[in-house]
């Protein structure tokens, strides 16, 4: 879940006194007209206003980020992170530039680019948030789960009453095995933001964790209400797995694996899942499938699964797991 700047983030003062450096020649209805578009959910209109702008103000870097963010909205991390560096090269203080770069850089599984982007970002502005709930995905990502709960700290103690700073602290909460305290933060980044995607998703997960699988299926298919996607998908097919609602499990697999057909977690559920419906050849098949594509990401915890999961087929052909 991506951030929105002027609807969601807040932006300091310090970050706004260098906004204003950078466009103070720029003839500003222009920005403002394309940072409206965006904060309406208007991405391309936006984009299309600022290329228009930029071509003939290419050191505005203020427009710079902003097309930036057009990009990062529209899922093109590369051309996001290209205009936060240019912006970066015409103010080499843009606290708030080095937070976006972070964030898309983590998006392109850049995470110790990103870490080091949210580094300078918090020495030019402590009192970021943003950067720092940035940081907190990007040591997510690389699996530094205390550096990201302090960090998830720090944006909730930064800004109280930003949903996106509860839902990250509840998503370490998860990683860590916090599961109540996972499911009161994504609680209240709810309460604050009932449109919060990213807390349903999250809480879901703990909630699989609590063996709660009825409301994690309320809560992930709720996710799905707001921003459909192929993870909701793998989620609820868990859910339904451990639940015994197998048909409809199949189903959500299926349309996970059409979309991230080379993720071994998606054949495995599969597999499972067919055992359980009685299709032992599809199940070994799928299972096959996990195997291969484990050893091609070079997940050996995952490969003696998939492999463990074979194996009990071969020994009790026409069997169910």
Request: aromatic share 8%.
């Amino acid at each position: 879940m991506k951030r929105f700047l002027f609807a969601a983030a807040i932006v300091t003062s310090a970050t706004l006194s260098l906004a204003a450096i950078a466009r103070a020649d720029s003839p500003a209805p222009d920005v403002a007209k394309a940072e409206a578009l965006y904060n309406k959910g208007q991405f391309k209109e936006s984009l299309t206003i600022l290329d228009a702008y930029l071509a003939q103000h290419p050191k505005d870097a203020t427009a710079l980020v902003d097309r930036g963010d057009d990009y990062e909205a529209l899922g093109d991390s590369k051309s996001a992170v290209a205009d936060y560096s240019a912006a970066i090269a015409v103010n080499p203080d843009y606290a708030y530039a080095y937070a976006s770069r972070c964030d898309s850089r983590d998006e392109l599984g850049q995470h110790a680019e990103a870490v080091d982007d949210c580094d300078k970002a918090i020495a030019l502005d402590p009192k970021m948030a943003y950067a720092y709930r940035a940081r907190a995905r990007a040591h997510l990502n690389l699996n530094d789960l205390p550096a990201a709960l302090a960090d998830a700290n720090n944006a909730i103690a930064d800004n109280s009453d930003n949903a996106y700073g509860y839902e990250i602290r509840c998503r370490v909460y998860v990683d860590t095995g916090d599961l109540d305290k996972a499911v009161t933060d994504c609680n209240e980044a709810i309460r604050i933001d009932p449109a919060i995607e990213e807390g349903y998703y999250q809480r879901g997960r703990a909630e699989i964790g609590q063996k709660k699988w009825d409301a994690a299926i309320a809560d992930f298919t709720k996710a799905e209400t707001i921003d459909p996607g192929p993870n909701g998908n793998y989620w609820l097919a868990l859910a339904r797995l451990n639940s015994g609602d197998y048909a409809t499990g199949l189903k959500d697999v299926n349309a996970y694996i059409a979309a991230k057909a080379d993720d071994g977690d998606g054949y495995y559920v599969l597999a499972q899942l067919q055992l359980k419906l009685g299709h032992t050849a599809e199940a070994k098949t799928a299972a096959q499938d996990a195997l291969k594509h484990y050893r091609i990401d070079n997940d050996q915890a995952g490969a003696q699964k998939a492999q463990t999961l074979i194996d009990s087929m071969t020994a009790k052909p026409g069997g169910t797991h």
